[in-house]
C-alpha cells in the first residue's frame, strides 16, 4: 500500500493574482518561506521513502525545507511540472477571466488545450504516469513526498478518486497544504485533503499492515463499511 503525500509549493509574489505557469525565477515569498518551514515541521516526524519535486524554484524550494536533516534529498521529476499554460503564462488572473476560454476551463476542463500550452488532460496524464512508475520504483510499503502545483496536485486527486477531470475544479489544494493518498491492490484511498494543519504520524501504516488492518477477511484494499473506526 503506497502512500504519496502531495504537498503544494507555499506562496510566492505571483500566487493569487497572476497565473505563473512556468515563468522562470519565481521563489518563495517571506509568507511563503515560513509556510514551507511549518509544513516541514509538521512532517518531521514522518519517516519519508522518497522526496519529489517539481522542477520550477517554488516547490523546489518547498520540497528542500522539507528534505532538510532528513536522508531522503529531493529528486526532480518534469511530469509534476507546473501546465503549461502557453499564452496565459505570466498574464493576471482578472483578466483571464475575461477570455471566453476561461469559462471552458471552469466548466469543461477535459476538453481545454491553453493556446501554445499544453491540454489539461496531458497534464492528468503526466503526472498520474509519474505516481504509478514512482509507487512500483518505491514498493507497496512506501511513503513518498511529491511537491507539485495546485491543478496537477487536483488532476492526480480526480484519478484517484475515479472522477472525470470535468469535476476536477471543485478538489483545492492551497499553498502548502499537504494532500494524501494510498494506492492499494483494488483501489486508492484519499485520506487527507488540501490539509492544513494537525497530527500525520498516521500516515505511515502500521506493520504488517499490507495484506489486512487486524479485522477478520478485511484486507488492505478493502474500505470499512460504515467508516471503520480511524486512526487509532
Not at 502512500?3 to 505557469?21: I, S
Not at 482578472?94 to 471552458?104: F, M, N, T
Request: net charge negative.
Amino acid at each position: 500500500m503506497t502512500t504519496l503525500l502531495l504537498a503544494r509549493h507555499g506562496l510566492t509574489h505571483l500566487t493569487g493574482p497572476v497565473l505563473a505557469g512556468w515563468t522562470p525565477d519565481v521563489h518563495l515569498s517571506t509568507a511563503g518561506q515560513a509556510q514551507a518551514e511549518a509544513l516541514a515541521a509538521r512532517l518531521a516526524t514522518l519517516e519519508l521513502d522518497a522526496i519529489v519535486s517539481s522542477p520550477l524554484e517554488r516547490c523546489q524550494e518547498t520540497a528542500q525545507a522539507i528534505a532538510d536533516g532528513r536522508v531522503a534529498r529531493v529528486q526532480t521529476d518534469e511530469r509534476f511540472g507546473e501546465c503549461r499554460y502557453g499564452e496565459w503564462t505570466g498574464r493576471p488572473l482578472g483578466e483571464l477571466a475575461k477570455d471566453p476560454l476561461w469559462k471552458v476551463v471552469q466548466t469543461h476542463p477535459s476538453a481545454v488545450t491553453f493556446p501554445g500550452g499544453e491540454s489539461l488532460p496531458a497534464v492528468q496524464h503526466r503526472a498520474v504516469t509519474a505516481v504509478r512508475e514512482w509507487n512500483e520504483r518505491l514498493g507497496p510499503e512506501a511513503v513518498y513526498l511529491v511537491c507539485s502545483h495546485g491543478d496537477v496536485i487536483k488532476a492526480i486527486v480526480a484519478d484517484a478518486m475515479g472522477l472525470h477531470l470535468d469535476q476536477f475544479q471543485r478538489i483545492a489544494a492551497d499553498p502548502a497544504s499537504l494532500t494524501a493518498i494510498r494506492y492499494t491492490p483494488l483501489r486508492p484511498f484519499v485520506l487527507r485533503l488540501n490539509d492544513v494543519g494537525g497530527d500525520v504520524t498516521g500516515l505511515r501504516p502500521p506493520e504488517g499492515s499490507e495484506d489486512g488492518d487486524g479485522g477478520e477477511n478485511l484486507t488492505g484494499s478493502d474500505a470499512a463499511v460504515g467508516g471503520g473506526a480511524g486512526t487509532t
